[in-house]
């Protein structure tokens, strides 16, 4: 099992770390070639002794919150800290929830055969070592490492200093389930120290023993994790997800699809924060929209036309349109048309989720071809921007970059693939 | 046109590069949503400019080479810069043959409609602005020009300072197909000036402008390029291939296959460079295949008892394993069975492409699932180890990285992928 270790210098950070990135990569061996059984009975092993484990995880829990408390957290990040009986059942499913998906190795990705009587096949293959940094959530421990090894893949995790304890006992739970199924506990790896250094020796790709970098927590940490990494990182450092009302968009779906897009989970990557509404529209759509954002208890800032449509209205500033605000908090803007829907969506977006509303199949076709983001959505909330949603089954983030994942990054994303050719004695002439 | 500019300072050089980035972005939204059949008009109007424009290309190559011949240049490296009529002609036809491939922009990578109704396309786009830095030949300018724009990626070039004046005039000419076209020029950029400083930019992605580096050219490049760049890059440093004879082989096919693997062309990276042989084999196969190769002229470094086959045999030292000669020479090893065949490559494989020779089907599903290379083959020569021999009509390189690209990197592979959702007013719960 992992130990909380003690260290004086940074010298022997290093040599932690080093063994930690060097047993991971011996694990990839391992997890790379184990069969899907052997991955699943791991995965429920692990979710059986987190059960068994309870008052031991629970008992690290309100250590770390007691910490919290102690240094005045309060509200929705003690709330993201804190574990129970349910929450802890709730971890432990999600980890058997995994183990039941398919096996994503192995896969294979495209087939074809040369008039040489070569036969080709790209076939899915893990990445290595994944190295998961997080913040507050401890479920995040079970998740990603589920996830990672599930796709074959080692893991390496640094959990945030404030769930600690809880991670470091979740994570153990897991490496005692896998040593108990005959699968190596090296795959899981959580980083046994709180020095905030080990997350710079993470991002330096520990030696080339991160293939990977997932961050998940906010945007602090994630644009630390994208300026700092030298491996490639699976992230999204903000959802400006917009939803633009065409000319052409039934009022009731516009309606619909506006409130659910931003006030059904205002936290979540996929809300909506500006709402574009085309000019022809104004008369008939905005009032509307805007009257039910507003009556839904939504603060809605917007350009003069749209003041005009209530009084409650506040102007937006051009900070507005660059804001992800996670809030019941929207900004509303009047575009002449398509074209300046998506010259907004790309100076101000970032590259996430957007959504048109229109009964106009070409417009649509547009609006979906132009717009550069992982998701566009026609006729649909940008809430549907999630990995269960998309039926990946979960996911370990969204990813935002255009480098190999992109989207909601489930486990056949936590895959490389490699090509095997099948011969009869070919040489090359 | 580009032009060659001169700068006195570091400030130059950056604000010449910024703005190289700036205009190979802004060609982005240009390139990415041009159709097909103006790519590919584009691209034939560059071929007739390289064509038209014959006279002054060469002019170009002819003072770049007595400029290499006075520095003492000669050799392959002299050959590999020299251009005449008939390869500047095979240069003209490259592009022209780039530009008669598939269009791999909208490509349906998947499909599929979720219980609520929700329709998802996995969509091919294009990854951005692809940086290329090659060598002496001055082919690459063209080849990896059509490659990155015929995926729908504007592209910034930088040549060797050998081969400069030459790929300038060869980037020149496409820049002015490209505009008679009526296609952006700026997809195309070629770096205007030798300052080696403009490589260091280049690998620090130019503030965000540059999505993805190619290197082209040998390890010292390739090397530093791995090293210092802070974008994904796709390539390989080098090619160590395998090919393993089972104890299953049959002896003629071994023999074939070793010949050409090692011998068709010995200075690509799909050469190969040692020489696994069951032991199981030793009596039958290992001085058959040991006496052809020496008979062809190549030099052949083994264990012990690969000696005993031949006097001509000299002992391979531990730098032989890690050796990719590039060269008629081979190292030849005697392996006990599978398992250490497989060992061996873990051990001191690059990662690149290995051939198992066996007719037990086992053996080579076992040797294709295990050995973590990008191309594993069976029955078959490493030299098939190339974007044409894939059926993907022309690569700009092979990556043995795992991340995006692996193997041969073809148009399709130098696209990303975003998801396109169809909705009929769909909220989520």
């Not at 906010?218 to 917009?242: D, M, Y």
């Amino acid at each position: 099992m992992n130990d909380v270790m003690s260290h004086n210098d940074n010298g022997s950070l290093i040599q932690l770390m080093d063994t930690l990135g060097a047993k991971a990569r011996a694990a990839t061996a391992v997890v790379a070639n184990a069969s899907n059984d052997l991955k699943s009975s791991a995965l429920r092993s692990a979710a059986r002794i987190i059960r068994n484990h309870a008052d031991v995880i629970l008992k690290a829990n309100a250590l770390d919150i007691s910490d919290a408390e102690a240094r005045g957290t309060k509200g929705a990040f003690l709330d993201r800290l804190k574990l129970d009986a349910p929450r802890l059942e709730a971890i432990a499913k999600a980890v058997e929830d995994v183990a039941a998906l398919h096996d994503p190795i192995g896969r294979i990705l495209a087939e074809w055969t040369q008039p040489n009587g070569l036969r080709f096949q790209r076939v899915a293959t893990p990445l290595g070592v994944i190295g998961v940094i997080f913040e507050s959530r401890p479920n995040v421990t079970a998740d990603a490492a589920a996830l990672c090894v599930k796709s074959g893949n080692a893991t390496i995790l640094r959990a945030g200093s404030e769930s600690f304890r809880t991670s470091m006992e979740i994570a153990n739970a897991m490496r005692e389930g896998f040593k108990q199924a005959g699968l190596t506990e090296d795959a899981i790896q959580l980083v046994p120290t709180k020095d905030r250094d080990a997350v710079g020796l993470m991002l330096s790709g520990l030696k080339g023993m991160i293939d990977v970098i997932v961050p998940r927590g906010g945007k602090g940490l994630v644009g630390r994790v994208q300026n700092e990494a030298r491996v490639p990182v699976f992230a999204h450092l903000e959802g400006i997800c917009h939803v633009y009302i065409h000319a052409k968009a039934d009022l009731a779906m516009a309606e619909r699809i506006v409130l659910n897009a931003k006030l059904r989970r205002t936290g979540v990557c996929g809300a909506a924060e500006t709402l574009l509404v085309d000019h022809a529209v104004v008369d008939t759509h905005l009032k509307p929209l805007v009257i039910s954002l507003l009556d839904k208890g939504c603060t809605v800032r917007g350009d003069a036309i749209v003041q005009e449509s209530d009084p409650r209205v506040t102007i937006a500033t051009e900070d507005d349109w660059r804001t992800e605000y996670l809030d019941t908090i929207i900004s509303v803007k009047v575009v002449a048309g398509l074209d300046e829907a998506i010259d907004h969506i790309s100076t101000y977006g970032s590259h996430h989720t957007e959504s048109i509303v229109t009964d106009d199949q070409a417009a649509a076709d547009k609006f979906m071809k132009r717009v550069d983001s992982a998701i566009v959505l026609h006729n649909a909330s940008t809430q549907f921007a999630d990995g269960g949603e998309f039926g990946f089954g979960a996911e370990i983030g969204i990813a935002t970059g255009r480098m190999h994942a992109r989207g909601p990054v489930g486990i056949d994303q936590l895959c490389s693939f490699k090509y095997r050719v099948f011969g009869s004695g070919q040489i090359r002439p």
